[in-house]
Structures are given as C-alpha cells and as structure tokens.
C-alpha cells in the first residue's frame, strides 16, 4: 500500500505496525482514515436501494405515439435481397448477400410495398414480418419512374393488416409525421418530425425525375428505404425513399413518395405487373420542343406525332416539307385548365389521370385558341 498523507504524519506505517492486534490495527486506520477526510466504504448489504419517484400519467401525445406505433409496426416489414451469382472457378451458383430496406403490408393477399431501388438488381427476396417469421417472396411488378416495386409473399401465413391510408394532397408544412423502419438494419425504428416541403423532386434512374416527393425532417437513414411515413392519425401518407446528405446518414432532409402516387401506381402494378402512363400519343422530347418552340416564338407543347403512338383524335401534328419547311400544328397550353410550357409539365399533368380517361385540352390553332376533348391512351 502507498503511504497516504493526513497533513502531518504517514497513515500506513502505523497500520502496518505487525505490534499491535489485528482488530487494534484496524480501528486506528478506520479512525485515521476517517481523521484525514476519506470516506470509508460500508460493508455490502448495509445501504438500502432509493425510493424511485412515482411518475405519474404520460403525457397525451406519448400516449398517442405509442399507440399509433404498436398499431402499425406488425405491417412493416423487413427486406433482405440477394442476387445469385455463378462462381467462375467451381461453377457452383452461390446467394450473396445484396442490401436490406423496409416495406409494408399493401393488402390482405399478401402485396407488399416498397422502393425499387430497394430490389433493384436483386435476384431473390426476403420479408421478416414483426414476430420474426420469414418469407420467400416474388417481384409483381415495378416503376422505376415512380422508385416503387410490388412484391407478394410467396407460402400461407397470418396476415397483419395493412396500414390505413390516407391522402397526401392536402399536407400542411408543419404538421407531424412519423416513419418507421429498419435503419442499418436495427429492426422496427420510430423517428417523428414534421412536414418540412412539399412538391420536392429528385433526379432519378436514366435522367429520369422523382416528383412531388414530400420532405421531412423524420430521422430517415439508409434501410428506411420503403417503409411508411404516417401521419398523426396513424394514415400512409407517403413512402419512405431517400435523404439527402453529404454523409449519407440523417441530416434532417428526407423524402417520401406521397400515398396519393402509391395509391395510384400499385394498383396497376398488381393488375399488370407495370406501370402504364397515360398519354396523348405525342413525341414527348423536352428539349426538342423547346428549340422548336423557340424558333418558331411560341409558348406551350407542340404536337409531335410520336411513331410508336396513335395520335389521340382531333389533334394536328406539326409536319416538314420535303424542302424543309415547318408547318405548325396544334400547340398544347392546357390541361383541364392547368396551363402547361413544357413537356415535362405536361407529362406530369397526365400521370395524374388514368388511361382511358377524357381530359380537356386548350390549344393554340392556326393562332386561334380552341379547346377539345380527347381521350387518354396507354403509353408503349
């Protein structure tokens, strides 16, 4: 033992001293001990446990939080994909291991909802439902376009019931959300925010753009992919799809696909297995429509017949002579009175209907504005 000063005189020498009694030794150094100021540790079992302080009721919106999580966690699930490779020197066919996400139970046949870029390349899938079951399952259908994929559970099991759904048109920014999912695989997570945007759009596959995408400062990191944003009232309001960070972690900006695009495309995914858009039978070139209508100093889409589209009835197409003169044909400025300039606006415009559907078209004719009534027709 070192020899611990009291100010004056060595404390250990004298408890060491082999003179005196073992019991006499220790009185004096619990006494010079306690003399010189240090607390002398209690024999175990002398010191009861403190009395833990009630609690009390939680407060209202815990309660509510609580409560919405345990009604909706049996319908998230877990995606782990694999892709099957060939070994080059064996020949043997080997599952690897390719990524993990979040999904949701869609329906009572067992559809299950989520990103496309969660299955993306995967040949194989795998959904843990909540009471750590797994199941195989196969792809239905997907839309890159829209970043969803439809997946079914392939054998028998108990269903959970699908999330309540709600409508994502009429968000505030400000209003409360709550995601939930599987982040860097730490099964079954709540994080809560609020609505902080609405109508972001992300740049997607081949070019493509995500739109009308909802941000929200919701914790949302990778393997949240695919899980559901809910409201306050328990409703799908979007689906979880992507942050953005410099990190590649939560900072504060993520993204979900609003439940009024989910509910408009799995539908047609589980009918068809794809995505069908609606169109006018145009050539839809964004950036050829603005050089022509530039050239020609117009405003709005002009009417190009695309050749792997009939041209939907009443619309003139724009043609080229022979010696390279344009004569103009119909010029798109509305649809169902939402003024468009551009092909993309107008793509938009018509993803929101339905094939088969009319839609009220305003045009510029020969320089006269006219209006007519056309039909919408499935996209090759």
Known sequence: MGSMSTGTKPVAPLCARDGLAPVLRALICILLLAVSGFSVAAPPGSVAPRAVTPRGELAADEKSTIALFEHARDSVVFISTSSVVQDIWSRNVLSVPRGTGSGFIWDDAGHVVTNYHVIEGASEATVRLADGTDYKCTLVGASQEHDIAVLKIKSGYKRPPP??????????????????????????????????????SLPGEKGSLVEHLIQTDAAINPGNSGGPLLDSAGRLIGMNTAIYSP????????????????????????????????????????????RLASAL???????????????????????????????????????????????????????????GESVALSIIREGKPFTLEARLQGEN
């Open 247 to 290: 990190s590649g972690t939560n900072a504060g900006i993520g993204f979900a696909v609003p439940a009024d695009t989910v509910n408009h495309v799995v539908p047609q995914l589980i009918r068809l297995g794809k995505y069908v858009r609606p169109s006018l039978g145009l050539r839809m070139d964004d950036e050829l429509n603005q």
């Open 297 to 355: 100093e117009v405003r709005g889409v002009i009417v190009l017949r695309s050749p792997t589209a009939k041209l939907a009835s009443g619309l003139r197409e724009t043609t080229v002579s022979r010696d390279g003169q344009i004569f103009l044909g119909d010029i798109i400025t509305a649809v169902n009175g939402q003024s468009v300039d551009s092909v993309h606006q107008l793509a938009l415009l018509l993803d929101e209907l339905r094939v």
């Open 163 to 200: 999330i309540p759904l709600g409508s994502s048109h009429d968000l505030k920014v400000g209003q409360k959300v709550f995601a939930i999912g599987n982040p860097f695989g730490l099964d079954w997570t709540l994080t809560s925010g609020i609505v902080s945007a609405l109508n972001r």
